[in-house]
């Protein structure tokens, strides 16, 4: 049983160090990765590998990488200092463990392979606090941090003994952080039945992909675990960053060579065209009208959505809806209630490529006017189709056809139901372009029946 919990502390982008640094040297991308596995009582058979792909895949983006395998206390405290002696004031660090991890009065540890514990209160001074790990950084002072911990949630001390908590505690992300976890906060997730340990495996991956933002890489990483463990592992994370961060960075576009026309000659030079698959970049003052039509009585309205501001991860409407950076809802008024959804309710997991597949949970909380509060349980399948044209009020587009599922429970009630969705979304427009909305409860009574479309738009 493993675990990766992933602390982001994003600011400026920083350069690729040199690829040999003198141990004194300060480096502008240094990662310090420890794999331990040789645990008596416990043995894991991925950190060493682990270790290994991850210090290979940080090299190649750019990081001069300090590796122990198999540390001890002692070694993993000199490891840390030398860590945060060389973390240059404007670069990038990064802290990877792999290996058994625990918590203790909310308190998060990493055991090294010499840990004698044989009661609770002994793990303080038997392990290395995450707490001096955060500390380090802090002293530091550099804008880019990021902490990974692939960590085994279950007991490693077996019969020996029995920890009061399960798993790893949650840690609240400061600012300008993102914590994400491999499994939501107290549970356990898997070790994973090949070279590395699920999450690893999946994080390694989706890390060389150039050009991909941060968010995109984690949200990759959660589709791919959830799938592979059949949705009983389900990465969760909560932010507070505040400047955009990739591990690679995206390619230069080839300069296409110049068409020697009549017409070229007179028009205007063309910006290179948004692909339209990319995630949205939106903008205070974007704006988009949609005509929709109740397909149940045949009638229509017109609804308007307007950006008001776009602060950090979040977008706020001028309706009171706020999404996340990539059109997912985060919070939306509905009728005299208002609703909040943890993790955002999903509409969106970059990159849409066609045949991929996501399952995600989320938790709808809505209050009403006087106060009152009701839970809301729903699991989300996303399906990417592909690349369609539509014909909307707006014109002819070219979109790409997305299938959501959601299956809904409101808790200590009866009230549950199906919602399937068919979107086309356009990268450029920053939205769908085209919505089929069917709302059906348990006992088979349509609640929504609609289509939305297009109807015009203006991009800032």
């Not at 995206?250 to 990319?278: F, G, H, I």
Request: proline share 6%; with cysteine.
């Amino acid at each position: 049983m493993r675990i990766a919990l992933i602390a982001i502390m994003l600011g400026l982008w920083a350069l690729p160090a040199p690829a040999q640094e003198a141990v004194s040297a300060k480096a502008r991308r240094l990662a310090l990765v420890i794999g331990n596995g040789a645990y008596k009582d416990a043995p894991l058979p991925n950190p060493a590998n682990d270790v290994d792909d991850m210090e290979k895949a940080l090299k190649e983006s750019g990081f001069t990488v300090i590796k122990r395998k198999n540390a001890t206390l002692k070694e993993m405290h000199l490891a840390l200092r030398e860590f945060g002696d060389r973390l240059d004031r404007q670069g990038t660090g990064v802290f990877y463990f792999a290996g058994h991890g625990m918590q203790v009065r909310g308190r998060n540890y990493l055991i090294p392979v010499d840990a004698d514990i044989q009661r609770e209160d002994e793990v303080a001074f038997a392990s290395m606090d995450l707490g001096a790990v955060m500390d380090k950084l802090d002293s530091a002072k550099n804008p880019v941090n990021i902490v990974i911990l692939d960590a085994c949630r279950n007991n490693p001390f077996g019969t020996k003994l029995q920890p009061t908590a399960k798993g790893l505690a949650q840690v609240e992300a400061p600012p300008g952080t993102l914590i994400a976890f491999a499994t939501a906060p107290g549970s356990t997730a898997a070790d994973g039945g090949a070279r590395n340990g699920l999450y690893t495996q999946h994080l390694v991956k989706h890390m060389e992909t150039p050009g991909a933002p941060v968010e995109e890489v984690f949200k990759a990483v959660r589709a791919g675990v959830r799938t592979d463990s059949k949705n009983l592992q389900i990465p969760w994370e909560t932010t507070s960053l505040e400047s955009a961060f990739m591990f690679r960075s995206a390619p230069k576009p080839a300069k296409a060579a110049p068409v020697k026309t009549a017409a070229a000659a007179t028009s205007a030079p063309r910006s290179v065209a948004k692909a339209v698959n990319a995630p949205p970049a939106f903008a205070a003052g974007d704006s988009w009208v949609y005509s929709i039509t109740n397909l149940a009585d045949g009638s229509e309205r017109r609804s308007e959505l307007r950006v008001k501001e776009v602060l950090g991860e979040e977008v706020r409407l001028s309706n009171g809806n706020v999404l996340d950076i990539y059109g997912n809802s985060v919070r939306q008024k509905r009728g005299n209630a208002v609703d909040t959804f943890t993790p955002p309710s999903p509409w969106f997991v970059f990159p849409l490529r066609p045949g991929n597949t996501s399952v995600i949970k989320t938790v709808q909380k809505s209050t009403n006017a006087e106060g009152r509060e009701w839970l809301t349980d729903s699991e989300v399948t996303l399906r990417v189709v592909g690349e369609e044209e539509v014909e909307v009020p707006a014109g002819k587009i070219r979109a790409i056809r997305i299938e959501r599922v959601a299956k809904w429970k409101q808790r200590d009630s009866e009230n549950g139901g199906v919602r399937t969705q068919t979107y086309w979304y356009n990268g450029p427009m920053k939205r769908l372009v085209l919505l089929e909305d069917k709302n059906v409860n348990l006992k088979g009574k349509m609640l929504v029946h609609e289509r939305h479309a297009l109807a015009s738009y203006d991009l800032k």
